[in-house]
């Protein structure tokens, strides 16, 4: 059987999370069955990790960090000619899905985010247009989550167009002791009584990170034995430290910075956190620690409640809510029967629903329903 010819297309020239979705796709497709390409603006971080995988990049022009660009229209719809294109997969390329279109492939797009839709999307007649120009550049729309597939039909998109496919990524190995230790000590947990609670989120205000050191003060106010790290760069960084040092939490709040082997903070993480309250839609995060038996307390905002179930691997609190996530987490440190349960609901919630290979199946059979379609 010929090959179908597949191209993915990411306008991001750093790793967040639709690329690393996009990843796992790569990693974990059935290539006796599809012959993918992928195309990357100049530069892009995310090329060494695709070439190495053996896929071929192509780089376009003009479309770095853009949904539209009309400049790149062109050329990309050339690459979709030349390679006789069957299907286009874009992770935020408006510019790449009119392209396809105009080249005769199917068109598929993924929405990675869930965030609050401006007033002049959800009511007429801006709900009308959104809607219309969707619907009309797209065959098939993958929602990584219930929430995303909402913010998308607010907007006028048809929910017929909709597939939700939840994300996916590959498991984690839990540490050794030695692993484990030495681990710790990087990250400057010197005593074995400290638990360690991280947060893992770009540093931007709408992520929560606020909240989660005003937990932390209530929490070690209250005696608990804790260090809090809190991972990743961004804008509000200045901001957050300079909180927690006035809080005098300096050795207790720890900042990492951008962290590239970000498992293996995770293989020292007792409990994780996501206070987001702007955008979230799946965190790739709490899916890796899910899969190490890591329960999480998050936020009642966006794709959390569908990745954390209250009760069961977490918590989930309501949102901009210090109190209501220093309760969740003094809940799962101060009662371990609760905790070893929790962790192995975890795993077991991870290994049925968030694998890589679960979501690139479902991705596949979407795939394969437009294609067959004609």
């Known amino acids: 059987m010929e090959k179908r010819k597949i191209i993915e297309v990411s306008s991001d020239t750093n790793i967040g999370g639709a690329g690393k979705c996009l990843i796992a796709l790569l990693k974990n497709f059935d290539y006796g069955k599809y012959e993918i390409k992928v195309i990357l603006p100049p530069d892009s971080l995310l090329k060494p990790e695709i070439t190495a995988l053996g896929i071929e990049v192509i780089e376009v022009d003009g479309i770095a960090e853009k949904s539209l660009s009309l400049g790149s229209i062109r050329a990309l719809r050339d690459v979709f000619k030349k390679e006789k294109t069957g299907l286009v997969h874009t992770h935020g390329s408006m510019s790449a899905r009119i392209a396809a279109r105009q080249a005769g492939a199917k068109v598929v797009y993924t929405r990675h985010s869930v965030f609050p839709q401006p007033k002049k999307l959800t009511t007429q007649p801006g709900k009308a247009v959104n809607g219309f120009i969707n619907n009309h550049y797209a065959d098939g729309i993958i929602a990584v989550a219930e929430a995303a597939k909402d913010n998308l039909t607010e907007t006028g998109v048809d929910p017929k167009l909709i597939r939700v496919i939840l994300n996916g990524v590959k498991g984690l190995s839990p540490a050794d002791a030695d692993e484990r230790q030495q681990n710790r000590l990087r990250f400057g947990i010197t005593s074995d009584d400290d638990k360690v609670i991280s947060i893992v989120a770009r540093l931007e205000d709408i992520k929560g990170h606020e909240y989660f050191i005003d937990a932390a003060d209530i929490l070690l106010k209250n005696g608990i034995k ?139 059979a979407l795939y394969d329903e437009l294609l067959e379609r004609g």
């Open 226 to 364: 804790a260090k809090f790290l809190i991972a990743g760069t961004g804008s509000y960084e200045p901001k957050l430290r300079e909180k927690a040092k006035n809080m005098g939490l300096d050795g207790k709040v720890i900042f990492t910075g951008f962290i590239k082997d970000i498992e293996n903070l995770m293989k020292i993480t007792d409990i994780q956190v996501n206070a987001s309250y702007g955008t979230e839609a799946t965190s790739l995060a709490l899916l890796e620690g899910m899969s190490i038996g890591i329960p999480a307390v998050v936020s009642d905002f966006g794709g959390n409640p569908g990745v954390i179930k209250n009760g069961e691997n977490g918590f989930v609190v309501p949102k901009q809510n210090a109190e209501a996530l220093a309760t969740g987490i003094n809940r799962l440190l101060t009662d371990e029967k609760l905790y070893r349960k929790m962790s192995e609901k975890a795993i077991d919630i991870f290994n049925t629903t968030f694998t890589a290979e679960a979501m690139t199946r479902s991705t596949e």
